[in-house]
């Protein structure tokens, strides 16, 4: 029914950057929350950023001033761009959204296959 498709991920050195990207597609109506989670080995998965279709946002307290989350909503497609890159930000990045899909015109949770993100000298 629908489909996230994550574009972006690899391998950078500290101090790089990155840009995600996540389009959302299928039987859609509308798409409200999008965001980036995260999960590195052994941990769980974690907030990274979120976006309302009207623009709020939420970051987690580690990426704040590193990492910004838009959307363009005529796409369904949701980006991350994110500097100053880590080790630490080193995990598989997952994209979330939460669509309204034609029939039944109710709101479903969706996740992408998730994208891998290495920070390594």
């Known amino acids: 029914q629908v489909q996230l498709v994550e574009s972006g991920g690899g391998l950078v050195q500290p101090g790089g950057s990155l840009r995600l990207s996540c389009a959302a597609s299928?039987?859609?109506?509308?798409?409200?929350?999008m965001g980036w989670y995260r999960q590195a080995p052994g941990k769980q998965r974690e907030l990274v950023a979120t976006?309302?279709?009207?623009?709020?946002?939420n970051y987690a307290d580690s990426v704040k001033g590193r990492f910004t989350i838009s959307r363009d909503n005529a796409k369904n497609t949701v980006y991350v761009q994110m500097n100053s890159l880590k080790p630490e930000d080193t995990a598989v990045y997952y994209c979330?959204?939460?669509?309204?899909?034609?029939?039944?015109?109710?709101?479903?949770?969706?996740w992408g296959q998730g994208t891998q993100v290495t920070v390594s000298s």
């Open positions: 976006i309302t279709r009207g623009g709020s946002t």
């Open positions: 299928g039987s859609i109506f509308s798409v409200n929350v």
């Open positions: 979330n959204a939460l669509v309204r899909i034609i029939p039944p015109m109710k709101e479903y949770d969706y």
